[in-house]
């Protein structure tokens, strides 16, 4: 079992920052590829990004590439979301999530590939 939480949601204005955490507990985290997906008011649920086990290669959605940055830090057991310039539709509450199979391309993108969730973190940005 893995348990996740997410930090570091909160209000921002339009072009500002935000960094997301991710800790994560339970498991050797280094195996276990970690996700960010959101979940906007009434859309459905959507892929962010992911952060492979251990050499941690990356793999966007098209609409952050370029803004959000994933990272992780194995020694301390966090998976991180950077994002910069933010747009008011960047606005929803981002959950991360840990599978500790690993996939290829658009596989990522699924939900169902990922077997731990976080509870979520609400990202409002203000215009």
């Known amino acids: 079992q893995v348990q996740l939480v997410e930090s570091g949601g909160g209000l921002v204005q339009a072009g500002g920052s935000l960094r997301l955490s991710c800790a994560a507990s339970g498991r050797t985290f280094s195996d276990y590829a970690m996700g960010w997906f959101r979940q906007a008011p009434g859309k459905e649920r959507e892929f962010v990004g992911v952060?492979?086990?251990?050499?941690?290669?990356?793999y966007y959605a098209d609409f952050v590439k370029g803004r959000f940055t994933i990272s992780r830090d194995n020694a301390k057991n966090t998976v991180y979301l950077q994002m910069n310039s933010l747009k008011p539709e960047d606005t929803a509450v981002y959950y991360c999530?840990?599978?500790?199979?690993?996939?290829?391309?658009?596989?990522?993108?699924?939900?169902?590939?990922?077997?731990?969730w976080g509870q979520g973190t609400q990202v409002t940005v203000s215009s």
């Open positions: 999530a840990a599978t500790i199979r690993y996939y290829y391309g658009s596989t990522w993108q699924r939900q169902d590939v990922y077997d731990y």
């Open positions: 952060i492979t086990q251990s050499a941690g290669s990356t």
